[in-house]
């Protein structure tokens, strides 16, 4: 079942409170609030991702949903300008699908929500995955902070990080 824009609005409200924060440095916190962030932000990036999956989902059934409508209102267009007389009166090629589409308001409108139920699931999909390409720019920041860590460890031979301002000098 595609979803309904009550429910893309809760799990939009949700997915405002996901939000991973990068200390400016991780040493000074201990080695162990990397551990912290890394699994805090593989929690984030599952839930987006599951969020995800359905809205992908729903936006595939939002669009079968508006294929159905389209088709209904293309058929019922044809037969009316092929067998209804007053729609045949009519003048000019676009007066008849005017004309036409007059005597059919039910699949006029259905057709129009279903086109903006289509739009507002894509536009869903697109803040998800706006979110989610934010998550994955933190991972990698977080991947360069470790990074930093490891290669000013190496540089100070594995001494003491609470030292880490001290500038080394090298005999080349």
Known sequence: MALSEEQMAKNLEDVKRVRVELDPDPVVKGLA???YKIAELQIAKDHVSGLLLEAMKSMAEHEILKDIAQNAHDRQLDLLVATDASVQAQKSAEQRSIHARM???ELVLSLHHEEVASLKASWYMKCLQLVASN???T???LSRQITVIQMDQALQGGANLANRSVTKSFNL
């Open 135 to 137: 998550l994955e720019s």
């Open 103 to 105: 005597k059919m308001p």
């Open 33 to 35: 609030s990397l551990n």
């Open 139 to 141: 991972n990698s920041n």
